[in-house]
Nanobody, 118 residues
Framework: QVQLVESGGGLVQAGGSLRLSCAAS????????MGWYRQAPGKTRELVAG???????NYGDLVKGRFTISRDNAKNTVYLQMTSLKPEDTAIYYC????????????WGQGIQVTVSS
């Protein structure tokens, strides 16, 4: 059974930083494509960042240069380092297992709230 458990969310002021963690069980983050999606109120879910088993990364246009996805295979954990946060980054962030050949998600974590105040 695959489980993805996010942590590290919360309230931060604009310009601040947060690091989200996703502890995985039932899969190995080192051999799967992993990603982060987010959903803001009234908006559809969007890709924030993804990483392949080979280490290739992909970022949404709105977060390029500010967010970094990484993983620790030994801890079976995926991270999302978020810097220069903006109020428009406010959303629920989801850890995902991506499909094998695309950036679309196959499995979702329960999500974690990130709120950026102005």
């Amino acid at each position: 059974q695959v489980q993805l458990v996010e942590s590290g969310g919360g309230l931060v002021q604009a310009g601040g930083s947060l690091r989200l963690s996703c502890a995985a069980s039932g899969i190995s983050v080192g051999i799967n494509r992993m990603g982060w999606y987010r959903q803001a109120p009234g908006k559809t879910r969007e890709l924030v960042a993804g990483i392949t088993s080979g280490g290739t990364t992909n970022y949404g246009d709105l977060v390029k240069g500010r967010f970094t996805i990484s993983r620790d295979n030994a801890k079976n954990t995926v991270y999302l380092q978020m810097t220069s946060l903006k109020p428009e980054d406010t959303a629920i962030y989801y850890c995902t297992v991506l499909s094998r050949y695309s950036w679309y998600p196959d499995r979702w974590g329960q999500g974690i709230q990130v709120t950026v105040s102005s």
